[in-house]
């Protein structure tokens, strides 16, 4: 069954957490949405680090022998759901044709082990991090969100989803669409 994207779909952008959305799981997040159609929606939030985990003693976990060649690769807390699992959302340079959702023409995402063992032997992707878990929305859900003014969205490249500053994202990604933090709100009005 081949899905086709709606004109207004937000696949690729990212979603930036209004102040007081009332989750505080999504506080100050900044979300990078890798599929969203009349189906739903499914991100990954880009700066909530897991810095309780380290990547070697992760991959043995699952099986995989790290080896001295493997690049360091940032772990996140991607959301909510399926926390257990990981996702690799990386540059377009990489694809498991089986397995990886090319996001556009700059991000893929692959939830495969394949690509963590190809990580583990210092090859895969030139850049990527892992997400463990991730955000979804029921049909419909997002965009009830986004008219409650819970989320504020734009455009994103790699230096911004790739960023090691993750204390800094939220702040750099309002800048980013125009949008100085210290003017924002926490309460929503109607004209």
């Known amino acids: 069954m081949n899905v086709q994207q709606s004109p207004d779909s937000l696949k690729g952008q990212i979603l930036i957490a209004m ?26 939030i880009l700066n909530k680090p897991a810095s309780d985990l ?47 959702l090319q996001v556009n023409d700059t991000f893929g995402m692959t939830a495969t082990l394949d690509i963590l063992e190809d990580i583990a032997k210092g090859g895969g992707p030139d850049t990527c991090l892992l997400a463990l878990g991730y955000a979804g929305w029921g049909p419909g859900q997002l965009e009830q969100e986004l008219q409650a003014n819970g989320w504020l969205t734009g455009d994103a490249g ?34």
């Not at 102040?19 to 991100?43: K, N, Q, T, W």
């Open 54 to 100: 380290e990547l070697p003693s992760l991959m043995e976990q699952i099986g995989i022998t790290p080896t001295d060649k493997m690049r360091k690769m940032p772990i996140r807390f991607g959301g909510p759901v399926e926390h257990g699992r990981g996702f690799v959302l990386h540059s377009a340079d990489y694809s498991n044709n089986n397995s990886t």
């Open 19 to 44: 102040p007081g959305m009332g989750d505080p799981r999504f506080d100050h997040s900044v979300i990078y949405l890798c599929a969203h159609s009349g189906e739903g929606a499914m991100g990954l």
């Open 158 to 191: 790699p230096e911004l989803i790739f960023d090691p500053n993750v204390e800094g994202m939220w702040s750099q990604a309002l800048h980013s669409i125009g949008i100085d933090p210290s003017m924002l709100s926490s309460v929503g009005g109607r004209a």
